[in-house]
Nanobody, 123 residues
């Protein structure tokens, strides 16, 4: 069992930045691929970014690459998402998730999920 708790969401103006954090507890954090997903009102949950176990490889939704950066600290059991140049369309609930397997992009491959943190970008 892995418990995940996100933090760092909030209200920001377009063009601003936010840094989301996810604290993990339970099983060995470094055994898990970690990902961020988001869900906007009325839309399906979508992949944002993922990072492999060591932190040396990262993966992004094509539309977000260059604005968002995922990182992890295995010593502190945390994964972060730095979001820059935010746009109103980035408004969503952002979820942290953990995957014991080796896939990155699909939410059904992630077994453990946080409760989500709201990000609202005003125009």
């Amino acid at each position: 069992q892995v418990q995940l708790v996100e933090s760092g969401g909030g209200l920001v103006q377009a063009g601003g930045s936010l840094r989301l954090s996810c604290a993990a507890s339970g099983r060995t954090f470094s055994n898990y691929v970690m990902g961020w997903f988001r869900q906007a009102p009325g839309k399906e949950r979508e992949f944002v970014a993922a990072i492999n176990r060591s932190g040396h490889s990262t993966y992004y939704a094509a539309s977000l690459k260059g604005r968002f950066t995922i990182s992890r600290d295995n010593a502190k059991n945390t994964v972060s998402l730095q979001m820059n140049s935010l746009k109103p369309e980035d408004t969503a609930v952002y979820y942290c998730a953990a995957n014991i397997g080796s896939s990155y992009y699909y939410d059904h491959d992630y077994k453990y999920w946080g409760q989500g943190t709201q990000v609202t970008v005003s125009s």
